[in-house]
């Protein structure tokens, strides 16, 4: 009866033991509190006039960060203006054509060029008649068609002249001044956009955490002005390995504590799950874990008090992962 009673327990015991499921369904795993953050870095050299913010202020899209000096680039910008208003006279002076009365000499000119081929032409036509009878000799002739030939050679150029002075220019050389002002205005655009760029704004909203210039400083394009972190969500980033995997689902739920706050989860969301294994971070402390081949797990954590600090180690549990 004895041994009855104690197989009849175990058997209770073990289908207790089934209905709850593997000893321990949750995973822990340790990593550091992170935040997006926003370098803000000058896109022109220049001295840095003001910084409006300092390390702790919040701003948003749009806020003024800092300005650097432009005087230098507005008397370029000048300088480009009036190389537009050049350009767009020559292009105009082309355009138009010539003046009135360069077109009206240059029409007297023709009638004048006609007016001596006329008598030029009918000498010609007289001497060669002339010539054929024996009255004048042949080199009196010969002076008569070179003299007709002069006079349609001037009445030529006279016309062409006048042809020249109304279209004044080639239709290349019209392209070739629009051109020089489509150039004058790219670099006057240019200009702009350089002197609208000594004015540094955020990009982002957030906390600025740092601030590692002080105005009167010559800052050189590319170099950092202040950095802006969203602190309103952060995220901590955990490694799993192959056999962890296949328990954590992308949306699962986390819970997240600090040291510094004992006692207190902050509810995550897991948003991204590594698709390739890598060796675990050298930050990893034990030489045994720092081999293992891992999967890289991001869990994101509102942080509406501003609690979760960058760098703070952090404890991550997945609790019922795999149900």
Avoid: W
Wanted: hydrophobic share 50%; with cysteine.
């Amino acid at each position: 009866m004895k041994h009855g009673i104690i197989a009849a327990s175990a058997l209770l015991a073990l289908a207790a033991a089934c209905a709850r499921g593997p000893a321990d369904a949750t995973l822990r795993a340790s990593g550091t509190i992170e935040a997006r953050q926003v370098r803000i870095s000058a896109k022109t050299a220049g001295d840095l006039l003001t910084i409006p913010v300092r390390e702790g202020d919040r701003v948003k899209p749009g806020d003024r960060i800092a300005f650097i000096d432009h005087t230098v680039l507005d008397i370029q910008l000048r300088q480009a203006e009036a190389g537009i208003s050049l350009a767009q006279a020559q292009l105009d002076l082309l355009r138009s054509g010539a003046r009135a009365e360069d077109v009206r000499q240059a029409e007297e000119a023709v009638r004048q060029a006609d007016a001596a081929f006329k008598p030029a032409e009918e000498d010609a036509r007289r001497m060669r008649e002339l010539a054929a009878k024996g009255s004048v000799t042949a080199k009196q002739a010969e002076d008569a068609d070179a003299r007709l030939t002069m006079a349609k050679a001037q009445a030529a150029a006279a016309a062409e002249a006048l042809k020249k002075v109304r279209t004044l220019a080639r239709p290349e050389e019209i392209r070739a001044a629009q051109a020089r002002l489509d150039q004058a205005r790219a670099a006057a655009d240019l200009l702009r956009k350089t002197i609208a760029d000594c004015v540094l704004v955020s990009p982002v909203a957030g906390i600025v955490t740092q601030v590692p210039v002080e105005a009167g400083e010559l800052v050189a394009a590319g170099a950092a002005v202040a950095v802006v972190s969203d602190l309103d969500r952060v995220h901590v980033m955990i490694y799993v390995t192959e056999a962890e995997l296949a328990r954590v689902k992308l949306g699962g739920r986390a819970d997240v504590a600090i040291d510094g706050l004992p006692g207190r989860a902050f509810a995550g969301t897991i948003v991204y799950i590594s698709p390739e294994a890598e060796f675990t971070p050298k930050n990893i402390q034990t030489r045994e874990d720092r081999v293992k081949l891992v999967f890289g797990v991001k869990i994101e954590i509102d942080n509406p008090e501003g609690l979760l600090k960058p760098g703070l180690p952090a404890d991550a549990t997945l609790a019922g992962a795999g149900k």
